[in-house]
Structure formats: C-alpha cells, structure tokens
C-alpha cells in the first residue's frame, strides 16, 4: 500500500478558521480538504482502479450512463479498384446503473478539542477517510465478485485432484495454482480481452498471495525486479503468467465452503470489465462543520464528516474471470 506524506496539521481546524465565529470554510480551503480526503482515502481504492471512470454529472440525476463497444467483425470482402465500400459504424452500447450516496461523521465536543493530547481533527480525518475509501472500494468489489465467468480451484489429496463445481465444495486443499492463473488468462486472451497496459490484472487476498507465491517459487517475478517499478499498481505485489497482481484485505471472503470454510475470490481483469464512478469530479466530499453549526447555541459541538456518489457496473463478463479457492488460512480468515 502507497505511503502519503502529508502535513496534516496545515489543515486542522483552528489553522483553517476562528471556530467561534464562522461556520463556513472558504472555497479554497473546501476543495483542499476535499483534495486531502481523496489523496488519503486512494490507497484503499484496489477494486476501483481498474475500471472505465465517469464523473458524476451535475444536475444530471441518479442514472449515469457507461459505454460498452462491441468489435467490428472481419472485413473478408476484397475491395473492388476505385470503389469505396459501404464501411462500418462504430457498435456502441448504453449501459445504465443508479447512483447512490454514501457518508458518515464524527462529531466532537469542545472540551475534548480542549483537553485532547492529539490533534483531534487530524485524526478524526484520517480515520474518515479510510472509511471513506473501504466503503467505496467495497462497493465496487460486490459489484465484481457477482460476475458470471467463474472457476473453481480443485481440492488436491495426496496427489489426486477432484473437481469442484460449487463454492460449498471448496476446502483448505483448493488452493490456487500457476496452472489456474494460467488457465483464467488463457480464457480471457480467448475472448479477445483488452490488456491493462500490457497485462492482465489480478486482485487477491494476501492469504492467497502467499499461497500462491508458495508453489510459483522462481516463475513469480516480485516488483523489485520490473524494469520499470515505478509503474507499479496500487497494491502490487507481483507478476505471474501475464497477470499483474495486486493485493487486497478486501478482495472477498464467503465463509461458505466445505464446513463453513472460508473461501477467496481472486478477480482476473480486462480492460473496460466494469465501469465505477470517479471519486474526483463531485464523488466524495469532506465536510467540516465548526462549533456552533445547526442547533448550538453555546458553541459546544462540531464535526468532520464525508458523503460520497457511488456506483459500479458489470460491462462485459468476458473480460473478467473470478476465481474462487481455498487457502491454507481458510480454518481462521472470516466473511468480510
């Protein structure tokens, strides 16, 4: 996970404006807290990342529209000497899906602001905006993990392998494999699936990451030996198959298997799989309210809160492919 360094204390509310006389900020300090929330909240953003974004539309209402391209078929007709075919029209589809508004605050006492050893504020923001970025990233993931292109990694014993075919069936012997990474970036090359800047992305669990780096051994190729790890994703960790993993706390638990085992959903993407929302653009907010706001007659009451737009649609499923498996954790990890 990225590492921000940021000097919170340039916006804590007594730097900002005199508490007890004004309950608004001014615009310049607004959209710097906004800035500021976003800034901490983006590092939880895993799921989000990889997906089409569009802003939230002003005035526009709860519907906000995606695009879905469907490829031209092949163009086997020989062109005829000087005469100009027909040509095509570029195949685009509208895919809709409702918006709807997240938040929470915090709200503090005077005397706590007084007598507190810690900048409250500070904190309170930096606590906000992890939950700010968890939920939306969380938003997301339930938007992906209900995809319809899934595997089931096979429980192996002794050797022998036996296919699975539901989530209940998975145990700790599901692990995953290199051959199942293999095999789901196989199916998207097969569905003509765009790449992410050259590669396929993965969103894991970091029980399964260890699993999986476990078997992978010297064909698992770790950040620090990219030629160009400045790029690196969000959360990455490393690369497999053509499959650039990055690792999540997030990615999905069901306790749901053999024996209310857990199990782990490992996402394998696409280009344009999903489209989300921009968290940029009007999709979150931070709000800070000073002592005296709303009924507060003797200034003893403020808070420091955010609000969010979100949404996350499914675009083309073959584009992605959940894979669902066990881990040598699945006894202890919990449904997140």
Known sequence: MTNFKLNLQLFAAGDVVNATTSTELSGEMKTFYDKTLITLASPYLVHDQFGQKRDIPKNGGKIIEFRKFSSL????????????????????????????????????????????????????????????????????????????????????????????????????????????????????????????????????????????????????????????PENMLNGEIGCLGGVRFVESTEAKIWQEGKENSAVFATLILGADAYGVTSVTGGGIEHIVKQKGYGNDPLNQRSSIGWKGLKTAKRLVEEYMVRIESGSTFSGSAKTN
């Not at 709200?107 to 810690?118: I, K, P």
């Not at 319809?148 to 036996?162: F, R, S």
Request: charged fraction near 20%.
């Open 73 to 228: 078929p092949k163009a086997l007709t020989p062109l005829t000497e000087g005469v100009t075919p027909s040509g095509n029209k570029l195949n685009v589809s509208a895919i809709s899906a409702t918006v709807e508004q997240y938040g929470d605050y915090i709200e503090q006492t005077d005397l706590l602001e007084l007598t507190a050893v810690d900048n409250t504020i500070v904190e309170a923001t930096k606590q906000l905006a992890s939950q700010a970025g968890l939920t939306m990233d969380t938003i997301v993931r339930n938007e992906l993990v209900g995809g319809t292109n899934v595997m089931y990694c096979p429980k192996v014993a002794d050797g022998a392998e036996t296919i699975v075919t539901l989530r209940s069936e998975i145990d700790k012997t599901a692990l995953l494999r290199v051959k199942d990474v293999f095999k789901a970036a196989a199916e998207l090359k097969a569905m003509n699936a765009p790449k992410i800047d050259g590669y396929y992305v993965g969103i894991i669990h970091p029980y399964v990451a260890y699993d999986l780096m476990q078997e992978a051994g010297n064909q698992w190729m770790e950040v620090q030996k990219y030629t160009t």
